[in-house]
């Protein structure tokens, strides 16, 4: 839309109190149990699980074309409480293609933590609470895991030409795990 002396309103609308976009162009993808085969550790309590259960879904905005140099994409993610055995929900996790890509990440609301690994299987976790901005550096895959009793909602921003790795996730895995242990998340 635009008025007399090129003046425009921006298409996109983000709600920060729940993260939820609208506006024209938002693309959503939701990802169920049973798509994330291999993920979790407890592999019989996650054949257990109802494979229609949705650990996460997110919306995100491409401004420019998949793979285009020099510019940014925008997305929203909410990560559901639950977990697999003791193993906390979480997004699937990747590396970037393009491996010196960056990116950032901001929490709107919940409790989490954004697992961090380098290429050599360095692995930490950065706490995620209500306006936490976390930067990612390249060459360094990430993953986040819904800690609380709440959905645990996340913006992010990254380079259109960053593509996602999720192979290297599931052939070498994350050394570490988020578990419950005695009432508390615990990196094991
Ligand atoms: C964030 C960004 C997206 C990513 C999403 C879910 O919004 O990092 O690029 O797709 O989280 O993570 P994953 O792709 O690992 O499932
Ligand atoms: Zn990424």
């Known amino acids: 839309m635009s008025n ?7 298409p996109t609308f983000v709600d ?3 993260g939820f976009l609208t506006g024209e162009g ?3 993808s939701v990802k169920k149990l049973g798509e994330l085969q291999g993920l ?11 494979p229609g259960t949705v650990v996460y879904r997110v919306q995100f905005w491409r401004p420019v074309k998949d793979g285009t140099a020099g510019g940014l994409f925008w997305g929203a993610t909410e990560v559901r409480p639950g977990r697999v055995g003791d193993e906390f929900f979480m997004t699937h996790g ?12 901001a929490t709107i609301r919940g409790s989490g933590m954004l697992l961090l690994m380098t290429e050599d299987g360095e692995t930490w976790a950065e706490t995620m609470w209500p306006g936490s901005v976390h930067y ?5 895959g990430h993953r986040v895991a819904n800690v609380g009793a709440e959905p645990l909602v996340f913006v992010a921003s990254w380079p259109s030409d960053a ?6 996730v599931l052939t070498s ?5 988020l578990v419950l242990r005695n009432g508390a998340p615990c990196l094991v």
């Open 4 to 10: 007399y002396c090129d003046i425009k309103h921006s």
């Open 16 to 18: 920060w109190s729940t």
């Open 26 to 28: 938002i693309e959503e």
């Open 40 to 50: 979790f550790q407890d592999d019989s309590a996650w054949r257990s699980m109802d």
């Open 94 to 105: 990747h590396f970037h293609l393009n491996p010196d890509r960056a990116e950032l990440y």
């Open 136 to 140: 990612i550096p390249g060459r360094t």
């Open 163 to 168: 593509g996602h790795d999720y192979e290297r």
């Open 173 to 177: 895995g994350f050394p570490k795990r």
